[in-house]
């Protein structure tokens, strides 16, 4: 389709730069974070994953959006969260004990050490870290910062106040502020002059992450892009973001690159 070009590295300029969200889809599954979809994605030729993060019982970081989620799809009845010797017990099955999956498989919950272990092996990978709050952002970055990996991660900031904290210690192009958090905040006048300026401080931000709902506000859209140069992604629903259509209409309106499921 004319106008639609993708591409798996970032770009400044143009559409679409393609994400696999939560690891990529599998199986016709999406959002399983797993071991296997990270692999079938590199397979697939992408360079830049995301990847959900939380912590054991024990603090130990693990590829997961959620314990309440895993539980539900391992069976694992215990407290939450869990130590990382159960999470290394149970598997994940999609599409048999959750609905909304279309095939069922079989995954493997990944530890920090397994996911940096992987990454060794493919160094033109790169991992989008989300780990839903700043806090919890910082203390990954610590602890990534100590293995050999740490170059391939780009690490999601929530908050203005989050992303200068990290930008102390994550070097240039590591950083990627994500505005979903603050949806009660910038709506109605989302990204004002105000948050903007603010913004135009950082200017080596790997990138700008905003939901789909957002990329829809023409005039807000407008605002980020005359006021800022770096690359803007979007993130969505899994039933439309694969869209090639909806690509095509993001590109128009200043998207360079796009989360997919």
């Known amino acids: 389709m004319a106008g639609v070009h993708y591409s798996y590295g970032i770009k400044s300029k143009g559409c679409c730069t ?42 130990d970081w693990y590829v997961q ?17 869990p130590t990382a010797a159960a999470v290394a017990s149970y598997r994940d099955k999609y599409g ?20 940096v272990h992987i990454l060794a092996k493919h160094p033109d990978v790169r991992i989008i870290t989300d780990t839903k709050g700043d806090d919890e952002a910082i203390d990954l970055i610590r602890v990534v910062r100590s293995t050999r990996r740490f170059k391939q991660f780009i690490f999601q900031t929530y908050s203005l106040a989050g992303l200068k904290e990290a930008s102390v210690l994550a070097p240039q192009q590591q950083l990627i502020w994500t505005a979903y958090l603050l949806r009660d905040w910038y709506v109605p006048d989302g990204f004002n002059e105000a948050l903007l300026s603010r913004l135009k401080k950082y ?44 690509h095509l209409q993001l590109g128009e309106w200043g998207v360079n690159g796009v989360y997919v499921d």
């Open 18 to 59: 393609l994400i696999a969200h939560a690891g990529g889809a599998i199986d016709g599954n999406p959002y399983t974070n797993s071991r296997e979809a990270l692999l079938l994605s590199i397979r697939n030729g992408y360079h830049l994953i995301e990847l959900d993060f939380d912590r054991t019982h024990e603090g």
């Open 65 to 81: 959006h959620d314990w309440k989620s895993w539980a539900l799809h391992t069976g694992y009845r215990g407290d939450l969260p």
């Open 96 to 115: 048999v004990q959750a609905e909304g999956y279309s095939f069922p498989g079989t995954y493997t919950a990944m530890s920090l050490d397994d996911l």
């Open 203 to 246: 200017p080596r931000l790997f990138a700008l992450t905003i939901p789909l709902y957002t990329a829809h506000e023409r005039p807000v859209m407008k605002r980020i892009r005359s006021a800022l140069s770096i690359p803007i992604l979007v993130h969505g629903n899994s039933k439309n973001i694969n869209s090639r259509n909806l």
